[in-house]
């Protein structure tokens, strides 16, 4: 099925007292994912994908271990990716539902070690990429990091949470400063809600 770029669920400027910019959403939403979306499209386009949904074209196409990943693979792991990320976040939700929280507990030690090390691994993640808290099959929960447009669908994991670290989803706000536009992800932008419910 064709690429189709989503609205935000939220209007440009809803981030804005939380630390992401009209800006940053307008350039990151209307320029970076719509170019996944159109040349997505252009890709596919006669293709034995053309009519797979997203989750298959991703794990369909996704080489383990290769460092550039096919073009209809990123076009179309970096749409999903953005597609979660939108909903990931939010004006509202700050506060951790309490299942979330004890699962976090239980997986992390405290819900400010689970900060610590998500936060690390966006810091940490050499280039562009994304950091992301995921359920595994087993239920447990942990702390992910992959490189340009990996995901965590091509593990068979769950993602909960993801934050784009590329610079594009940053420079604009913090230049070249990724922890503190982390930390304020962290801090002010996760729609907790959501992501609880994304559990299993």
């Known amino acids: ?22 800006e940053t959403l307008e350039f990151h939403h209307d320029l970076h994912h719509k170019a996944y979306v159109d040349n997505g499209n252009k890709l596919i386009a006669g293709t034995e994908w053309e009519g797979k949904s997203l989750e298959d074209i991703i794990t369909g196409t996704y080489q383990a271990g290769a460092v550039a990943q096919n073009g209809i693979f990123n076009n179309a792991s970096q749409h999903w990716n953005h597609i979660q990320f939108w909903e990931m976040m939010g004006p509202d939700g700050r506060t951790m539902p309490t299942e979330l929280e004890k699962a976090v507990v239980e997986n992390f030690g405290s819900v400010d070690a689970f900060k610590d090390e998500f936060c690390a691994a966006g810091a940490g993640q050499f280039g562009a990429g994304w950091c992301w808290l995921v359920q595994d099959q087993d239920g447990s929960l942990k702390v992910t990091k992959t490189e340009n447009g990996v995901n965590p669908l091509c593990f068979g994991q769950t993602a909960l949470l993801g934050c784009d670290v590329w610079e594009h989803s940053y420079y604009i706000d913090f230049r ?6 982390l930390t304020n992800f962290f801090d002010n932008l996760v729609n907790w809600e959501n992501v609880a419910s994304r559990m299993s």
Request: no cysteine; glycine share 4%.
């Open 176 to 181: 070249n400063k990724r922890p503190a536009y």
């Open 1 to 22: 099925m064709a690429f189709e770029l989503p609205d935000l669920p939220y209007a440009y400027d809803a981030l804005a007292a939380n630390g992401m910019s009209q």
